[in-house]
């Protein structure tokens, strides 16, 4: 069983490190978006979330799953899609 365990977590180490690593989809400058606490909402679905703006100007890379938010000297935020709104930003 400790054999199956190390022989599996070395081909998925050894897939990991010879898979291409993902480029971003588009980055940019934002000029505003809301990073919610949950999933956005479907109509129909209730309860409450809380979200916050990302300061503008941050750097934004838009992933296939997910988007990274890094502020000017400040720490970088993942998002998966469906846990934010409004994304505006300046391409570069």
Do not use: D
Request: glycine share 10%; no cysteine.
């Amino acid at each position: 069983m400790a054999a199956l365990a190390i022989g599996t977590a070395f081909i998925l180490g050894f897939n990991w490190w010879t898979s291409p690593r993902r480029k971003a989809i588009a980055t940019g400058t934002i000029e505003r978006v809301t990073i919610w606490a949950q999933p956005v909402q479907r109509p129909g679905e209730t309860g409450s979330n809380s979200g916050h703006q990302a300061p503008k100007g941050s750097r934004v890379e838009v992933y296939e799953h997910f988007i990274l938010v890094t502020p000017a000297g400040g720490p970088t935020e993942l998002s998966p899609h469906g846990w934010y709104t409004n994304l505006e930003f300046r391409a570069n």
